[in-house]
């Protein structure tokens, strides 16, 4: 691929507004629209507000809507587009913007705060635990997430109804949720919390989440489904809920 | 004064960096009962500990149940070319295994062996399979293991400020001021004791793993306080980062690559390490190829291969192929694990690893070799600490993790970061907590030293004229990586002395544009301090030490010399300027210096 020069629509503005901007980049082999916009920040726009750290897919700082689509801005490559049709660049709609590209997420870490933690059951004799890879393997697919909240950002419950985000966890905290639920080691029974505080109920399978994950965790198949699953077997099993009737509870 | 106005936070400890060792070493002193501050420049989560893909070394001993803390003590001495702190060696070797059974107990999930205990895997430089690891990803399992448990302990977390300066009340720890990023707006935190725990200085060399943060903030508010910076010669080229295609240059192709069977080839398919086993290592090393193969499954009877070599020797070995012309066709060497392992093999042990090639450089690792070459990757020097309780210089500042020196010596071992992060972060916490109960009251701070600090942090602002800090930045990195990078001369290291002085005129009278509210042009004209301190520090460090040894190489001095083996080189400020002294080497004990005599 030859040099050539590629024109991004960049979103400059914060809460107050603002509007896309237009830079002309040279674009070489390889680059990614991280690197493009580094570029326009080191010549063109020194203040342009990007968040970002390891470039390499791993830390999920650098998430923005490309073109529409929410994407890591690091692993997504500029031979994607077309070389002369301008590539759009927002922030993440979901969360309030601070400036530019960078949005405020502090929603996400406060519903992290909600997730009741981890209680393991007494280790063996030697001090140690026994796990077998294949109980883990699932839990390790949720344990990949890099928190990138592309997942958050796409989701209908979230993005389209503000009052939801009080009682509303989301994909990123369902498949922690599912994580500790399936914790071999893990003893407490998160079920209630679940449909009450993480508000489960409120996803209507449409697996936004899943197509945006940069890790491609199975978010729905593997864990929101499975939750639910969980929730039906505890309250509202037909033959315990005619026990409980016949119990009087 | 206006410019002064700030929010006033009063805490007992102030831990200043949130990858491995700030957020154990927040855990830690919040566990003591210390009023606890974490402090990061980014999002919590997202330190360099990320990065992170080999593993944590520990003694388990479970796949390798020869393997003890005496041995791993052993290999991280030699790794270190004996320039270690033995003490805190010693310390790191009996302590890991409990800190990573304690990640397990907080629910980080690693690999299994067989019968369902953590598995090892092999890296350079360690004797057995030691790696505690999940697939590659093992710094993304630790920083999220740590960051839900101080998430669990309700640890006050002050996201994306940059601590400017650390206050001092005569001579003692006093504070720390900085700025939120997100708002511009400053920030004055009054505190008994501070944590350093702020990684490396990556960002001073043009190819590195690091990203943005590591400007040395740490190295430098520490010098700044007064503490002494130990060790800064010895930075460490991880042999094998990206080298294609440019914009991904830099980036760390993990030694778990070699670990799980990979070999480097040179550009004629020849497997060139066996010409680069040095006298110190020799003993131990596969001479034969057929011998090398085998000890991937037969550690009694076989050597290691030397593709496991040291970073420090493997960096040195691609350096001098590509400059003989053996290189590929973007100046690195081959990575090839293709043509030796099945493809679902390296999915599963490198899943990140066949992600990050696939998608970003068009390569199919399970089909066709990777192109590496050495990156800078890691500062074993760093502040100078107490091996007991990771105390500085500075009475109420501590240091743990990359921003410490003297655990790893000369040269780091892969899978000894790690390690490092828990032991002495959590030592860190410990201490410091333990310090500041002995403080009566809050410490005090002069308001003109506060309003000092804010008056300099806001001038780039005022000024008309002057450059881009992008430009700056960028011109430093380019000088330090072509004077001070992995060989070194006499005549260059002068000259980037000089360069030095040229370029911190020109950073003093850096101007940005924009307001105050995450402005990252404003951001990088205040790190370039730290930058360009840390790159001084290494400079002179590394025109005073004349041999070679680990990550310090000298070509005008090739060898080691019998009298920088006994000294490190500190450095300290005095008067404004950095001042630089040989100090002897802590002595080891008689029975820790038996254990190499026996092989």
Request: net charge neutral; charged share 25%.
């Amino acid at each position: 691929m030859a040099t050539r020069e590629a024109i991004m629509h960049v979103f400059r503005g914060d809460a107050e507004g603002g509007a896309f901007r237009e830079y002309r980049v040279p674009v070489e082999e390889g680059m990614v629209v991280l690197d493009v916009l580094h570029k326009i920040q080191a010549t063109q726009a020194n203040d342009l507000a990007i968040r970002w750290n390891c470039k390499a897919g791993k830390c999920g700082s650098c998430g923005a809507e490309v073109n529409g689509k929410p994407r890591l801005t690091c692993m997504t490559r500029m031979n994607l587009f077309p070389p002369d049709a301008p590539i759009s660049v927002a922030p993440l709609r979901t969360f309030p913007i601070i400036r530019d590209l960078v949005t405020d997420v502090a929603f996400n870490f406060e519903m992290a705060k909600r997730i009741p933690y981890f209680q393991p059951r007494p280790p063996e004799a030697d001090g140690t635990y026994r796990m077998m890879q294949e109980d883990i393997d699932r839990g390790q697919e949720f344990r990949k997430c890099i928190e990138c909240f592309l997942c958050q950002n796409v989701c209908h419950v979230i993005r389209d109804h503000d009052e939801h985000k009080r009682g509303f966890a989301g994909p990123r905290f369902f498949i922690r949720l599912a994580e500790l639920e399936m914790h071999p080691l893990d003893t407490l029974d998160r079920r209630e919390m679940i449909r009450d505080v993480a508000g489960i109920g409120l996803c209507n399978i449409t697996k936004c989440c899943t197509d945006v994950c940069p890790e491609h965790i199975h978010i729905t198949d593997n864990a929101i489904i499975p939750l639910k699953e969980r929730l039906v077997d505890k309250y509202y099993d037909p033959v315990l809920w005619l026990v409980r009737k016949l119990a009087g509870k | 004064m206006a410019l002064a106005q700030h929010e006033t936070h009063d805490y007992d400890v102030v831990v200043v960096g949130a990858g491995g060792a700030g957020l154990r070493a927040a855990i830690e002193a919040s566990a003591q009962g210390a009023r606890t501050a974490l402090v990061c420049k980014s999002l919590v989560g997202k330190a360099h500990t990320v990065m992170a893909e080999g593993g944590i070394a520990a003694a388990l001993g479970n796949v390798y149940p020869e393997d003890n803390w005496q041995v791993h003590f052993r290999d991280t001495m030699r790794g270190g070319k004996m320039l270690n702190n033995w003490r805190m060696a010693q310390l790191h070797a009996q302590e890991s295994p409990d800190r990573v059974l304690e990640l397990e107990r907080w629910g980080a999930l690693f690999d299994r062996t067989k019968d369902g205990r953590i598995l090892q895997r092999d890296f350079g430089g360690h004797r057995y399979a030691r790696l505690a690891h999940v697939g590659d990803r093992t710094g993304l399992e630790m920083i999220r293991t740590l960051q839900q448990q101080s998430v669990h302990r309700g640890i006050d977390v002050f996201m994306e400020y940059t601590i400017q300066r650390l206050l001092t009340d005569e001579g003692r720890i006093s504070g720390a001021f900085g700025y939120h990023r997100p708002s511009g707006t400053f920030i004055l935190f009054r505190s008994k004791a501070v944590v350093l725990a702020t990684g490396g200085i990556g960002k001073a060399y043009a190819i590195t793993s690091n990203s943005w943060e590591y400007t040395g903030d740490g190295h430098s508010l520490a010098l700044w306080a007064g503490a002494d910076l130990m060790d800064m010669e010895f930075v460490q080229f991880h042999p094998t980062g990206m080298v294609w295609p440019p914009s991904v240059r830099g980036i760390l192709v993990t030694e778990g690559v070699r670990g799980d069977g990979g070999t480097l080839k040179n550009d004629k398919g020849e497997r060139f390490m066996f010409r680069y086993i040095p006298e110190f290592f020799r003993a131990e090393t596969a001479e034969t190829e057929e011998e090398a193969d085998r000890w991937y499954t037969d550690k009694k009877n076989a050597r290691r291969t030397p593709d496991l070599l040291p970073r420090d020797e493997v960096a040195r070995a691609i350096n001098t192929e590509v400059k003989a012309g053996r290189g590929t066709p973007h100046g690195g060497v081959f990575l090839d694990i293709a043509s030796r392992r099945s493809a679902e093999y390296i999915q599963r042990r490198l899943p990140s690893m066949y992600h990050q090639f696939k998608e970003l450089a068009d390569v199919d690792i399970t089909r066709e070799p990777m192109e590496v070459g050495p990156t800078c990757h890691y500062i074993m020097g760093g502040v100078r600490v107490d091996a007991d309780s990771t105390a500085s210089t500075v009475p109420g500042l501590f240091a743990a993790g990359e921003v410490a020196a003297g655990m790893h010596g000369a040269n780091r071992l892969g899978g000894n970061s790690l390690s490092d992060l828990i032991v002495f972060g959590r030592r860190a916490g410990l201490y410091a907590a333990e310090y500041a109960k002995q403080v009566k009251g809050q410490p005090r701070v002069d308001d003109g030293q506060v309003a000092a600090i804010a008056r300099e942090v806001l001038a780039p602002f005022e000024r008309t004229g002057g450059e881009n800090p992008y430009t700056i930045q960028r011109d430093l990195q380019e000088m330090m990586q072509g004077l001070v990078g992995i060989i070194r001369l006499e005549g260059e290291l002068k000259e980037a002395v000089q360069r030095l002085e040229a370029l911190k005129e020109r950073a003093r009278r850096v101007r940005v544009e924009g307001g105050r509210v995450y402005n990252p042009g404003w951001h990088l004209a205040l790190d370039l301090g730290s930058l360009l301190t840390v790159s001084e520090a290494i400079t002179l460090a590394a025109l005073e030490r004349r041999e070679s040894r680990g990550g310090h190489t000298r070509e005008d001095y090739p060898g080691p010399d019998s009298h920088f083996a006994k000294v490190n080189v500190v450095l300290r400020r005095s008067n404004g300027r950095m001042t630089l002294a040989q100090e002897p080497l802590l002595e080891m004990p008689p029975e820790l210096k038996k254990l190499f005599e026996d092989k």
